[in-house]
């Protein structure tokens, strides 16, 4: 699988879904281990800061554009411009997509 490959397709998904343009990465931060030669944990960073460049956000997506199988462990959050964010974590194949939630009235103390 490429890491790239199944963000896009993810966006691409979520666009659809939320029939929004607003569907963009917002910022986000990824992580992953992969392991050298003598079978020690290297340890990557990926960060894409809010208000980036396009230039940012192409240098953000190479760096993603990796091959990866499940001696991978991959966990990151990649906020979107819709307030939506997705997540994922070490253990789960797959990146999980977020809703934002209202608080509800009960919970908002009157003024």
């Known amino acids: 699988m490429n890491a790239k490959r199944e963000l896009l397709d993810n966006l691409g998904m979520h666009e659809n879904i939320r029939n929004s343009e607003d569907a963009q990465v ?15 944990d290297v340890y990557h960073k990926i960060i894409l800061q809010k208000d980036y460049t396009q230039e940012e956000y192409d240098k953000f997506l190479n760096e993603m554009d990796f091959d990866y199988d ?3 462990e991959i966990d990151g959050i990649i906020w979107l411009k819709d307030g939506c964010w997705y997540t994922r974590d070490y253990d789960w ?3 999980s997509m977020n809703y934002p939630v209202e608080i509800p009235k009960e919970l908002i103390k009157n003024k």
Request: one cysteine or more; hydrophobic letters at 35%.
């Open 93 to 95: 194949d797959n990146w």
């Open 70 to 72: 499940i001696m991978y």
């Open 26 to 40: 917002l910022c986000a931060r990824v992580t992953y281990t992969t392991f050298d030669e003598k079978d020690n």
